[in-house]
């Protein structure tokens, strides 16, 4: 049964964020700059309201320092210390160069990246706040950001832009770019659902399974894209799942369920819904049936493709890689042809409102998932009929 945790905030809450803590609390930040700090049960531990009354549209707990918090509001990033919920400790002020959109911390908690408006992705050493890199390359917002897990200094952006990027920190080029409005073109994707208007992919969130090697990306075309990096950090498949009969506007993956590769999904439909990509030809190339590996061509060269219908196999993304400064050849990776999968989702549950955030938890003992959308209040739906 779904439970209501309510009377946490007063505005529409817009980001929700899991400690993996013993207490495991969880965070949530709504419009106005509220931020509440709840426990297991869903009772409320601390409430207070950022400086500035700018919305809070991003709430991430420290692995590596379960006394951080950190929340982003307007171009700012507060630290808040969720044992005792009184104020920022810190104040990261300019973090970003417009409002941030999404933060992300790697796993050792040197790195806090975040995503902006003007298209930017600044990442911040910590501690201290300090700007050591900024990452231009998308031409409209940067929505998402994600460090790939096992590789601190690897670092995944999307935008609407429809863009989806990896970064190495070293550089502050892009290693690989993938279009994915360049991808559903190359598909001869016209075959809209009745009733379904064409929405081209502008990425709303990325995720990164733990495996580190799989991303799935939620676009405003509903559908989910998959993909997966192979070794030396390259593109090496994409594929997509149509999960959303309007945009898709959350993609996480769950790290606690049987495998890495559960993703829970929520869109403007009301849907959310758990896939198990554990099969997908992008997850498990084994899987696919009579799919070849495309050649190597050169990275800005354009593949002519022959119009296919939907069922058939898939051409590989176009990819920008950037030349390595050691001198390697510039080309992209050996990106394979993906058959579409068929199966829906293992579980689908009908929410009813737009979701503006999903939250995979484990509540005493239960996995779970804790749905925002536009109201006050935060649902909570257990995993369990799987």
Excluded at 59 to 82: E, I, T
Excluded at 288 to 296: E, L
Excluded at 329 to 355: F, M, N, Q, W, Y
Aim: net charge negative.
């Amino acid at each position: 049964m779904a439970g209501q945790w309510s009377e946490g905030h007063s505005t529409s809450i817009l980001c929700v964020g899991a400690s993996s803590g013993p207490e495991g609390l969880l965070a949530s930040g709504s419009e106005g700059g509220e931020v509440t700090l709840w426990s297991q049960e869903g009772t409320i531990i601390g409430r207070l309201t950022l400086p500035g009354g700018e919305d809070s549209t991003s709430v991430v707990f420290s692995h590596a320092a379960p006394g951080q918090l950190y929340v982003s509001h307007g171009d700012a990033v507060s630290v808040l210390d969720p044992r005792k919920l009184k104020g920022p400790v810190e104040e990261f002020q300019g973090a970003g160069e417009e409002e941030i959109n999404a933060l992300s911390l790697n796993e050792t908690g040197s790195a806090l990246a975040v995503a902006d408006d003007s298209g930017a992705v600044r990442v911040l050493e910590l501690p201290g706040g300090k700007v050591c890199r900024t990452l231009r390359r998308h031409t409209n917002i940067c929505s998402s950001v994600a460090f790939r897990p096992h590789r601190p200094n690897n670092l995944i952006s999307a935008g609407l832009d429809m863009q989806v990027m990896l970064w190495g920190l070293q550089k502050t080029r892009p290693l690989w770019t993938v279009n994915l409005q360049d991808v559903a073109e190359e598909e001869g994707d016209d075959q809209q659902r009745p009733g379904q208007l064409f929405n081209p992919p502008l990425v709303h969130c990325v995720s990164v399974a733990s495996c580190g090697n799989i991303l799935g990306c939620a676009a405003e075309d509903g559908r989910v894209h998959v993909i997966r990096i192979g070794s030396g950090s390259k593109l090496e498949q994409q594929g997509a799942v149509k999960a959303h009969s309007q945009g898709a506007s959350q993609a996480h993956f769950v790290s606690f369920l049987s495998h890495p590769h559960w993703l829970l999904t929520g869109g403007n439909d009301g849907l959310v819904a758990l896939w198990d990509l554990s099969k997908h030809p992008v997850v498990t190339p084994e899987a696919k049936a009579g799919v070849t590996a495309a050649p190597r061509r050169k990275s800005k060269s354009k593949a002519k493709r022959k119009e296919q219908s939907q069922n058939k196999a898939k051409s590989p993304p176009k990819v920008e890689a950037e030349k390595e400064e050691e001198g390697e050849e510039e080309e992209a990776a050996c990106a394979e042809e993906v058959t579409e999968e068929k199966s829906g989702p293992k579980l689908r549950i009908s929410h009813g409102d737009k979701v503006n955030w999903l939250c995979p938890v484990v509540l005493k003992g239960e996995p779970s998932v804790v749905v925002a959308d536009q109201s006050a209040s935060l649902t909570v739906y257990p995993l369990s009929p799987l």
